[in-house]
C-alpha cells in the first residue's frame, strides 16, 4: 500500500516537472521565433488591432445609425418636439452664459445686453412655434418686472400666428365631431379670421336644428393639429428650463411652476374653456354692459369650440374705439368687472390683453349684426359717443379662487390703499413673505414709496426703471417660504399686469389701482380688519367641514408642487363656495345682521373715498409745489415730479 503511494506521489511530481519543462520550453521558442522574425509577429499584432478597431467601428457606427433613426422616428412622432426641445436647451445655455460671463456697468451696457437675450428668446419662439408663442406673448404684459427691451422685442409675437390649410382643419373636425363642415354647417369660410399659437378661428353658419329657422352665425375655434403631440414636450421642457433657471439666478420659480403647467394644458383642451365661459357667463348675468358669448355645448369637444359670433371693435383699435365711445367709460367698466371677478366672484379671467375684448354698441333685446348697426349710426352722428357693452373672449386660462385668498388679497390691497403695514405684514408673513414693503410694490406695480405720497396712479417709465433697478437685488430674498406663497397670485398677477397694458394703451385715463381697492372694500362688506376676516374663515371651515386632516393634507402635497388646479384643493373649492352660501343666506333671514353690516359697509367704503381723496390732494399739491420750483431746481439737473 505504501509502496503504491510512493509510486503514484512519484508520477504526479513527473507529469508536474514535464509540463513545466514543456510550458517554459513553448515560452522559450515563442519568444525566439518572435526574436528572429519581428515582422512576422508585429504584423499578427497588427492585424489582431485592426480586427478589433473595425469591430469597434462598427458598433459604434450601427449605435449611431440606431440613435439617429430612433430620434429623427420620435422627432416626426411629436411633430419636432426633440429638436425644438434641444433649440430650447442651447437657447438656455446662451442666456445663462451671457448674465454670467458678461458684466455690464452702465445703462447703455445693461440695455444692449437685454436686447440680445430678447432676440435670442424672440428668435427661438419664433422658430418653436405653438406653445411657445404663447409663451412670448406673456412678456409683453410683463411691463413691471421685465426690462423694457424684453417688452418691445417680444411685439412682434402678438401678430398673426402662421395659419394651417383647410384641409387640416376639416381633419380635426371630422376627427371630433364624426361629420364633415358640409353636414354642420351651412358655409365655412376657407380664410380663418384669426391664428393664435395654438389655434384658429373661422366664421361659419351653423346648420340650424329646425329647417323652418334660419342659419345662425357662428365662431369656430379649431385646434392646430400639432398641438396636441407637443404639448407634452413643451412642458416637460418648460419644467426642466424653470429648474435650472431657478438655480443658476438663485430666484424663486417653485411655488408657480405646476400651476403655469396645468393651466396652459387646460388651455389647450377646449372642453374646460367652454366651462369657463359659461361660468362668467352666468357670473355676470345681471350686467348689462358686459356680455360673453353663448356657448353651443353640443359642439365642444377638447380641440373643437363653437360659439356665438359677435361683431364689434377690438380693444386694440385705439382709433376705432375713441371715434365712437369714451375710453374712460370702457376702461371703467373694464376694471369694474376684472374687481369683482378677483375680490368678489372668486374666478377670473387671466388672458384679458386688447385682442380679447370687443367693444360695440349697448342694445336691448337680441342685434343681429351689431357692428353695422355700429356704423350706421357712427356715420350719422359723428363724434357723439355711444353707450358700450364689453364682450369678452378666449376663456381658456382662467383662476379660481379660494375663499381665503380671496378674502386675504381684498383685505390686503385695503390695508395697502389704507397704509396699513400691521395687517400688510401679517398677511405677507403668513404668505412666507418677508420683506411687506417690496411685495406692496410688486402688488400695485408701482413703488410703494410713492404711493404712501398719495401718487398711486399709473408708473411713468422713470418710476419703473427706478423701481426695477430697486428691486433687482431685493427679489431674490423676497420669499423665505416659497411653499407657503398662494397658487393663485402668479395667474392674478398675469391677469392685472395685461390690464396694467390696456389702461397705458390708452394713456392710463383711469387710476386702476384705486378702481381694484373699492371693488375690494365692497367685496368685504362688513369684514372691516385682519380679525374680522379670521373670524370669517373660520365659520367658513367650520361650515364647509374641511378637518385639520384635510387641511394637513393639502399642506402635504403642496410640498409636493401641487397645483392650483389639483383635485384635492378643487373639492375644498367646492366645499367652501357651498359653506359661503349657506352663510350669506344664515346672516340674511336676520334684520339686525342685514342692518348692521349695510351700516359696516358703507362707513368701510366712505373711509376709503376719504383716504384717498385725502392722498389725491397730497398728490396734487406736490405737483403744483414741483412745477413751481423747477425753475429754481432745475440748474442742479433735478427732475420735476412726474404728474399722475
Known sequence: MKKSLIRGGLLRGRLATYLTNHHHHHVAMKYAFRTQFPSIGSANAQVAAKSRSRKWGRRILFCTCAGVSLYIFVDCMTAHSLTRSLRTVQTMIYIIYLYKVMSPETMEEYSE???????????????????????????????????????????????????????????????????????????????????ASIAQVHRALLQPADSQQDPVEVCVKIQKPYIRRQVFWDLQTYRFVMFVLGAAFNMPVTWAKETIIEGINREVN????????????????????????????????????????????????????????SDVEILRILFDVFGSMIFKKGFVHCDPHGANILVRDFAR????????????????????????????????????????????????????????????????????????????????????????????????REEAINERMKQRDSIRNLLSNEERLPYELSLIGRSIDILHGVNRLYGAPVNRVGMFARSAVAALGPLSTYEDVQQYLREINDLSGVTNEIQSLSTSLRRKSMSLFDTTLEQQRRQEEAAVACHRHTRGTS??????????????????????????????????????????????????LMRR
Open 365 to 460: 333685446g337680441d342685434v343681429k349684426d351689431p357692428a353695422a348697426h355700429n356704423q350706421e349710426h357712427g356715420r350719422c352722428s359723428g363724434k357723439t359717443h355711444h353707450k358700450p357693452q364689453l364682450v369678452l373672449l378666449d376663456f381658456g386660462l382662467c383662476c379660481p379662487e379660494s375663499e381665503c385668498f380671496r378674502v386675504e388679497y381684498a383685505i390686503l390691497l385695503k390695508a395697502m390703499m389704507l397704509q396699513d403695514m400691521k395687517t400688510v405684514k401679517k398677511i405677507v408673513g403668513s404668505w412666507g413673505v418677508d420683506d411687506a414693503v417690496a411685495f406692496s410694490s410688486l402688488q400695485l406695480r408701482k413703488s410703494y414709496d410713492l404711493v404712501r405720497r398719495g401718487n398711486y396712479g399709473e408708473t411713468t
Open 591 to 640: 334684520l339686525s345682521h342685514r342692518v348692521w353690516e349695510g351700516i359696516t359697509s358703507m362707513y368701510c367704503r366712505i373711509h376709503l373715498e376719504v383716504f384717498l381723496l385725502i392722498l389725491d390732494v397730497c398728490h396734487r399739491l406736490n405737483q403744483w409745489f414741483g412745477r413751481g420750483v423747477q425753475p429754481s431746481v432745475g440748474s442742479r439737473g433735478e427732475a420735476p
Open 113 to 195: 445686453l437685454h436686447q440680445t437675450v430678447a432676440a435670442s428668446l424672440l428668435n427661438l419662439f419664433l422658430k418653436n412655434e405653438g406653445l411657445y408663442i404663447k409663451l412670448g406673448q406673456m412678456f409683453t404684459s410683463m411691463n413691471h418686472f421685465l426690462p423694457g427691451e424684453y417688452i418691445d422685442t417680444m411685439k412682434a409675437l402678438l401678430d398673426s400666428a402662421p395659419s394651417v390649410p383647410l384641409d387640416d382643419i376639416q381633419q380635426v373636425i371630422l376627427e371630433e365631431t364624426g361629420k364633415t363642415c358640409e353636414e354642420l354647417f351651412v358655409h365655412f369660410d376657407p380664410e380663418p379670421v384669426a391664428s
Open 270 to 325: 377646449f372642453s374646460m374653456e367652454a366651462a369657463n365661459a359659461v361660468r362668467i357667463k352666468n357670473d355676470f348675468a345681471d350686467r348689462e354692459d358686459f356680455y360673453v358669448p353663448y356657448v353651443y355645448e353640443h359642439l365642444v369637444t377638447p380641440r373643437l369650440l363653437v360659439m356665438e359670433w359677435v361683431n364689434g371693435v377690438k380693444l386694440i383699435d385705439v382709433d376705432r374705439v375713441r371715434s365712437r365711445y
